[in-house]
Nanobody, 124 residues
């Protein structure tokens, strides 16, 4: 399974960040995998943001629930992270990743396949 993130590298404060993950070698509708977004701010640990399962149901980290949605386009085999009202604290490398079904998908260490990461900087 291969994953590639795409989106803007620079976002202004208060705007919405949207990042898309394009998947190949597997289908986002497959029950074999759960598809997640994870980020790593500078000098900090990996942080799980949210996950979408094969049916399209989404699960979002509670602290981010009011600002985060995950959508998908099954025709393009893509899923997208939307993070509203961004601040400097949202500056990070953002990863999309895939975990095998049955794993603990709130834990970054449980994800087996990873994109290369996308640097996102929030700055005016």
């Amino acid at each position: 399974v291969q994953l590639v993130e795409s989106g803007p590298g620079l976002v202004r404060p208060s705007q919405t960040l949207s990042l898309t993950c394009t998947v190949s070698g597997g289908f986002i509708t497959s029950s074999r995998y759960w598809w997640g977004w994870i980020r790593q701010p500078p000098g900090e640990e990996l942080e799980w943001l949210g996950t979408v399962d094969s049916s399209g149901a989404t699960y979002v980290s509670p602290p981010l629930r009011s600002r985060t949605t995950i959508s998908r386009d099954t025709s393009k085999n893509q899923f997208t992270l939307h993070l509203t009202s961004v601040t400097h604290a949202d500056t990070a490398v953002y990863y999309c990743a895939a975990a095998d079904d049955g794993r603990s998908w709130t834990l970054p260490s449980e994800y087996r396949y990873w994109g290369q990461g996308a640097q996102v900087t929030v700055s005016s």
